[in-house]
């Protein structure tokens, strides 16, 4: 009996720590890959889905961070320490994921916790060259 019982807890604990590991890679945070505009393309407040900020764009440059969270522009100096970035205005986002493409980050707005996930938005700051307008006509 007591076989079955420790049988029964080692499959449970394994699903459960598979299911949980299996969400999100684990991943060594890169900065430089933190740099750039990100639009946040889904969103928890206290752990139930919200539409409010979806839509939402961040912009991270060297140590300056701007976002229209609340439907204006916000910018703030910032610090990154571990996988933290302290802004000046007193806001904390940690960084629980970061890859080329998406940035998952917990925040604190209002007494509500949320947690978003941001996908990176292209680079458009390059110059334009003939190949890139030559499907354009003139009017």
């Avoid at 393309?41 to 976002?67: C, K, M």
Wanted: hydrophobic residues 35%; contains cysteine.
């Amino acid at each position: 009996m007591r076989l079955i019982a420790l049988a029964v807890f080692v499959i449970l604990y394994s699903c459960k720590h598979y299911s949980t590991s299996a969400e999100l890679p684990a991943n060594p945070l890169d900065t430089s890959k933190l740099y750039g505009r990100w639009m946040v393309i889904d969103a928890l407040r206290n752990n139930r889905p919200t539409q409010t900020i979806t839509g939402a764009v961040f912009a991270l440059e060297s140590n300056q961070i701007s976002h229209n969270l609340s439907g204006t522009e916000n910018l703030s100096q910032f610090d990154l320490k571990d996988s933290t970035l302290y802004a000046s205005d007193q806001t904390q986002y940690k960084i629980e994921y970061l890859n080329d493409s998406l940035l998952i980050l917990y925040t604190l707005i209002q007494n509500n916790k949320f947690r978003m996930s941001l996908k990176k938005l292209p680079d458009y700051s390059s110059e334009l060259t003939e190949s890139d307008t030559s499907h354009l006509k003139p009017y």
